[in-house]
């Protein structure tokens, strides 16, 4: 079973970047991607893009596009890091930032336990 | 994109009663591609139902899920303690990937 893990919270002033760790382990991820989601505060959960690690290829939702960069390093045949950076942060991007599994045209799963960015001066 | 409106938002019931939420999409998506996950503060999210119907690994059978089209339900038949939490819906049928914006189901 593929675990994550995430790092822990972080405080960004606006203007600044964020870059997020996911480690995976457990699996060898063959056919799978490693995809993001963040939630605001009262907010729905918002995908971001993922990451297809064994090609290094990402693909982003148009409204991150410019922004947000993910990227994955393997460590051994089965435990990689992807990293998940978002530029120009602004309050709005104050959320909690998750990462998960995607199986091919599936949903998601599993899920780490998510990273409380906040965004403020 | 496919928009995803839940309801209601907050669902007030006590332990042993039925949850029946609601989600509905602003265009028809394939069965295949409607998921519901449960969260709680803190905690990851969870898998409950994928394609609609089918049970996520270890999920107990008072879970399921039935719809198709444009409109999907999540019921709990019995809702035990460890049940109150968020539940959102998501569809993976169409690019951008997107969520429903959750049901809150509370402790009456």
């Known amino acids: 079973q593929v675990q994550l893990v995430q790092s822990g919270a972080e405080v960004k002033k606006p203007g600044s970047s964020v870059k997020l760790p996911c480690k995976t382990s457990g699996g060898a991820l063959r056919g799978y991607s490693i995809t993001w989601v963040r939630q605001a505060p009262g907010q729905g959960l918002e995908w971001m893009g993922r990451i297809f690690p064994l090609v290094g290829v990402a693909d982003y939702a148009q409204k991150f596009q410019g922004r947000v960069t993910i990227s994955a390093d393997r460590s051994t045949s089965t435990a990689y890091i992807a990293y998940m950076e978002l530029s120009s942060l602004r309050s709005e991007d104050t959320a909690v930032y998750y990462c998960?599994?995607?199986?091919?045209?599936?949903?998601?799963?599993?899920w780490g336990q998510g990273t409380l960015v906040t965004v403020s001066s | 994109e496919i928009v995803l409106t839940q309801s209601p938002g907050t669902l007030s019931l006590s332990p042993g009663e039925r949850a029946t939420l609601s989600c509905r999409a602003s265009?028809?998506?394939?069965?295949?591609?409607l998921a519901w996950y449960q969260h709680k503060p803190g905690q990851a999210p969870r898998l409950l139902i994928h394609s609609t119907s089918s049970r996520a690994t270890g999920i107990p059978d008072r879970f399921s899920g039935s719809g198709s089209g444009t409109d999907f339900t999540l019921t709990i038949s019995r809702l035990e303690p460890e049940d109150f939490a968020v539940y959102s819906c998501?569809?993976?049928?169409?690019?951008?990937?997107?969520f429903g914006g959750g049901t809150k189901v509370e402790i009456k």
């Open positions: 998960a599994i995607e199986a091919a045209a599936g949903p998601f799963d599993p």
């Open positions: 998501q569809q993976y049928d169409t690019s951008p990937i997107t």
């Open positions: 265009q028809s998506v394939r069965s295949t591609y």
